[in-house]
């Protein structure tokens, strides 16, 4: 199994940048797409980015796109989430996941080692 630990999130103010990692470590398939997700209370877990194993494909939630940007450094085993222009709809968990294969997935059930989750509150 891949363990993954998130880090990065914080409180920060409607306009402001934050960076978020996910370091993975552990046995497990040697190469997967990654994902990030978020969820906010009372709502379900949604869908933020993704990213192929490669590198070369990713694809964005339509309420984060142009504003996000995922990339993966596999070197160091670590996928990171660049958020600029955050909104107080941005506030929420975010979690990064193991996908399924090397192809980056966007639904939930093509994710299998999930991290504990870092908070992201941003403030109006």
């Known amino acids: 199994q891949v363990q993954l630990v998130e880090s990065g999130g914080g409180l920060v103010q409607a306009g402001g940048s934050l960076r978020l990692s996910c370091a993975a470590s552990?046995?497990?398939?040697?190469?997967?797409?990654m994902g990030w997700f978020r969820q906010a209370p009372g709502k379900e877990r949604e869908f933020v980015a993704t990213i192929s194993w490669s590198g070369g494909t990713t694809y964005y939630a339509d309420s984060v796109k142009g504003r996000f940007t995922i990339s993966r450094d596999n070197g160091r085993n670590t996928v990171y989430l660049q958020m600029n222009s955050l909104k107080p709809e941005d506030t929420a968990v975010y979690y990064c996941?193991?996908?399924?294969?090397?192809?980056?997935?966007?639904?939930?059930?093509?994710?299998?080692?999930w991290g504990q989750g870092t908070q992201v509150t941003v403030s109006s």
């Open positions: 552990g046995r497990g398939r040697s190469s997967y797409g």
């Open positions: 996941a193991v996908g399924s294969n090397s192809f980056a997935a966007t639904s939930l059930p093509d994710f299998g080692s």
